[in-house]
C-alpha cells in the first residue's frame, strides 16, 4: 500500500511538473494572441485575450500592465486603475514605478489631480531620472492650482530627457535653460 501512494505521488508530481510548463505556455500565447489584437487596435478582443492570460497566471505582470492600458484606451479607467494597481503590487521596482507612472496618469484624466500627485511621487521615489513622472506632475499639478511647483517638474523633466517637457518650456518659459543652472 505505502508503495502504491509513493507511486502515486510520484505520478501526480510528474503530472504537475509537465502541467505547470504548460500552464506558462498557455499563458504566453494568450498574452501573445492579446498583445497582436493590441497592435491591430482590437481592443476589446485584447482584453479578453490579456485576461486569459492573467487566468493561466495570475502573477503575470506584463498581462494586467498590458490590459490596463488597453482599458485606460477604452476608457475605462476604473479597471485600467486596478490592472495597474496589480503591476504595482506584483512587479519589480521597475514594473512598480511604471505602474504608478500609469496609474497616475489615470487618475490625472479622470479627474483624480491629488491621487495623481502622489502616484508620481512614488514614480519618482522609486527612479528618480523617470522624466514623464515628472511631466505627468507638472500637469497634475497644474490642474490642481500648483503653479509654481509645475515649472520646477518641468524643468527636470525635461532635464531628463523628456522631450514634450522641452516643447512646453520653449512655448511658456523660453529662459528655462538660463534659469535653473
Known amino acids: 500500500m505505502k508503495r502504491h501512494s509513493t507511486s502515486i505521488a510520484l505520478a501526480i508530481a510528474g ?4 502541467v505547470e510548463p504548460c500552464l506558462a505556455d498557455t499563458a504566453n500565447a494568450w498574452f501573445d494572441s492579446g498583445f497582436s ?3 491591430a487596435g482590437d481592443l476589446k478582443e485584447a482584453v479578453k485575450l490579456y485576461s486569459r492570460a492573467i487566468d493561466s497566471d495570475d502573477k503575470f505582470v506584463m498581462a494586467y500592465q498590458m490590459r490596463a492600458a488597453a482599458w485606460q484606451r477604452l476608457r475605462q479607467y476604473s479597471r485600467a486603475i486596478d490592472d495597474y494597481s496589480m503591476v504595482i503590487n506584483l512587479g519589480e521596482p521597475s514594473f512598480k514605478a511604471v505602474g504608478y507612472l500609469n496609474r497616475g496618469i489615470v487618475r490625472n484624466m479622470s479627474g483624480h489631480f491629488a491621487d495623481a500627485i502622489a502616484d508620481f511621487n512614488m514614480a519618482i521615489s522609486i527612479d528618480r531620472f523617470m522624466g514623464p513622472a515628472y511631466f505627468h506632475r507638472a500637469i ?3 490642474k490642481a492650482g500648483d503653479s509654481t511647483g ?3 517638474d518641468f524643468i527636470l523633466a525635461a532635464r531628463f ?8 518650456l520653449d512655448a511658456h ?3 528655462w535653460r538660463q534659469a535653473r543652472k
Do not use: T
Request: glycine letters at 4%; hydrophobic letters at 40%; proline letters at 4%.
Open 37 to 39: 489584437r493590441h497592435q
Open 161 to 168: 530627457g523628456d522631450l514634450d517637457a522641452e516643447h512646453w
Open 15 to 18: 503530472m504537475i511538473a509537465v
Open 140 to 142: 497634475a499639478r497644474s
Open 150 to 152: 509645475n515649472i520646477d
Open 173 to 175: 518659459k523660453p529662459d
